[in-house]
């Protein structure tokens, strides 16, 4: 038996649609989806070197496999 494992992704909204592609091409289900706005300080955003921006947030769940396919795609596309 394998294991489950869940992800949450929180991105910018613009960011929304390039994600739900992702999900899809590669056969992942996303079981909710919302929209956010976070709460953190100015402080706290400087230090993570963030703006305020308005969130979405997907949570996706599977097995390990289809986790590191998530995590290899996220890597190359976002890699310094």
Excluded: P, Q
């Excluded at 038996?1 to 929180?10: A, E, F, H, P």
């Excluded at 308005?54 to 769940?61: A, G, L, R």
């Amino acid at each position: 038996m394998s294991r489950l494992y869940m992800m949450v992704t929180i991105t910018n909204r613009n960011m929304k649609n390039r994600f739900r592609e992702f999900y899809g091409e590669h056969e992942h289900e996303v079981f909710f989806g919302t929209l956010a706005r976070g709460t953190a300080n100015s402080e706290v955003l400087d230090y993570f070197g963030l703006e305020a921006s308005e969130k979405v947030v997907f949570f996706f769940s599977g097995d390990r496999g289809a986790l590191e396919k998530i995590e290899a795609w996220y890597d190359h596309t976002y890699a310094d």
